[in-house]
Structures are given as C-alpha cells and as structure tokens.
C-alpha cells in the first residue's frame, strides 16, 4: 500500500505536504494555478498590504553563494485589487494561504476579513519581513505584539490563521509560544535571514536597499534548529520553510517536527517540478522505511 501523505494544519487539510511559500509567483490567481497544476497541495499569496506598494528599486534580487538574497520591499497591489485574486482562486477550487502583513494591529484584522471574505482558506500572517522598518520582523521580534495580532485576528476570522516567524531573533520559541498563546493555529518557521553583498569593483552594496534576506540552501541549518526548537516546546503544527530544496531536505524538516513544507527558492531555482518531485521522493522514502503515513515521522528525531 502507498504510505498517505496528507497533512492537516488546523483545519486546512491537504494532500501532499508541499506548499508554496509566500513572495514566489504568488502575485496573481493565474501563477498560483501554475503551482497547483505541478503538484503544490497549497499555495501562500505574495505579502498582501492594506494599500498598494511599489516595493524598492531595483536591484532587488541577487544571487550569492547558497543562496538568494532579496529585498523587494513588500511590492503589492493592496487588499483592495489582491481579493479578486483570491476570489478566481477560489473558483478554481485552489486552497489559497493569504499572507498578510499591516503597520498596526487593525490593519491586519481588515486584510484578513477581507481575504476571508474573498475565499481564501487560512491566512498566514508576516511578522517577519527582515527588511522593512516598521512592518515584518519588527513587530515579529516582539512576543506582545505578537500574540496580540495572533488574537485580534483569531477574534475576528474562522479560517486557520499562521503566524511566519523571522530566525532574525535572539529566541524564537519565545516568540512562536506568543503566537500559539494568541490562538495561531500553526507556526512557519522560517522567513529570510537578515544578510547583505557587497561589489568588491564598485564598493556599492549589491542590494539597492542595501541589506535585504537571505534565503536557499545557506540557511536551510538555521530553518532546521528553528523547526526544532519550535517542535519541542509549542503544540500547535509547524510548517517548515528555508531551502528546501530536495526531498531529502523535505524529510530532514519533518523529522526535526514540520507538518508540512514550504518551497520558494527551490521554485526559483529549479521550476515547479519541485512538488511532485519532492512529494515522490518523500512517498518512496516512507516505503523503503516500511511507514505507512507522512504522520509518523513528524517529530521523530526529538527521540535521540
Ligand atoms: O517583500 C520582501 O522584500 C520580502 C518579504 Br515581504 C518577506 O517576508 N521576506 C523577504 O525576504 N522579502
């Protein structure tokens, strides 16, 4: 018998555990179809704002070694132009992950209503942006302010609610136990690691904003010991997310405790075959180890 690969994250269940992660060809209905079409059992919107952004100049994307290194600056249409998004998404029967990111508590609680209104299946809130002063990590290096968002939105939204923690923090358990104490029905760990390149020519930072986050393989240890960390001490799922690239990494992040995994510089580097790669890869590991379920190895590691 096939070993069962479904995963359920608060109530959103899904059928393979490999999912979009947010900023990636998440800007329209369409690109996230694309994504779903590969294999991707769920797929997270770009950053959706209460208005829209332009994000920073450009260059806003580098590739050093390991890895990515952006600073898009939470480019995006706002809530107002992304619902039709979500909307067509829903038509198309897609489960949509809304990420979402405000300046203040409120704002986050009319996104969400409004991303929920329009059909999207959770929403994944973005208190890590390591790159955008007054938004993202500053407010998710705060466990208060943290589950303050976590509640508010938990209060007024029926649909599970993620919270997408930064590794920019001195302890993030602190900080995901802030996000379960409000209600977040799941934890993703993790977001881009505050990095920087510079032109040795020119001497110019490479990034127009300068510093920006570093994603891809160079962090997929830190994203390991955060999934871990995070797994020992909080009882809600975790879903796991930095560099991701193979299924053997898939495997590693669900040992270490993830629900299920989130890829986006995989994608970027190596197309949207990665689903169904990664989900075959995992199905025959489970076989060769003669596990019937995806389930059994979450968290198994915590063992040893
Ligand atoms: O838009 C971005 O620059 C960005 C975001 Br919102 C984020 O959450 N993480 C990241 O690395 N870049």
Redesign the pocket.
């Known amino acids: 018998m096939q070993p069962d690969l479904s995963v359920n994250i608060g109530s959103l269940n899904l059928d393979n555990p490999t999912i979009l992660a947010?900023?990636i060809l998440g800007l329209s209905a369409s690109s996230l179809k694309r994504a779903v079409e590969s294999g991707a059992a769920a797929v997270s919107t770009?950053?959706i704002g209460i208005e829209p952004r332009a994000?920073?100049i450009n260059p806003?994307i580098a590739e050093v070694d390991c890895g990515l290194l952006?600073?898009?600056?939470?480019?995006?249409p706002g809530v107002d132009i992304y619902v039709k998004e979500i909307r067509l998404a829903k038509e198309w029967k897609i489960k949509t992950i809304a990420?979402i990111?405000g300046a203040s508590t409120m704002e986050f609680i009319r996104i969400a209503k409004m991303v929920e209104e329009a059909g999207a299946d959770a929403i994944e809130l973005?208190v890590?942006?390591?790159?955008?002063v007054a938004?993202?990590m500053q407010i998710g290096q705060d466990p208060k302010l943290v589950e303050e968002i976590s509640h508010a939105v938990k209060s007024e939204v029926h649909i599970p609610v993620f919270t997408?923690l930064s590794p920019n923090v001195s302890d993030i358990v602190e900080i995901a136990n802030a996000a379960a104490k409000g209600g977040s029905d799941a934890i993703t760990a993790v977001?881009?690691v505050r990095a920087m390149a510079i032109d040795i020519e020119t001497g110019y930072p490479v990034l127009a904003?300068k510093i920006?986050?570093?994603?891809g393989p160079a962090i997929k240890p830190i994203a390991i010991r955060c999934v871990y960390e995070i797994a020992r001490s909080v009882k809600i799922p975790v879903i796991g997310c930095g560099g991701i690239m193979t299924w053997e990494d898939a495997v590693e992040f669900v040992l270490a405790g993830a629900t299920a995994v989130q890829l986006g510089t995989a994608v970027a580097y190596r197309g949207l075959n990665v689903f169904k790669e990664i989900t075959s890869g995992i199905e025959k590991y489970l076989e060769r180890k003669g596990f019937g379920s995806l389930k059994e190895i979450v968290g198994l590691s915590h063992r040893y």
Request: hydrophobic share 25%.
């Open positions: 947010a900023g770009k950053s994000g920073y806003t952006n600073a898009m600056g939470l480019p995006n990420s990111f973005n890590s942006c390591p790159h955008v938004m993202g997408k977001n881009t904003n920006g986050g570093l994603s």
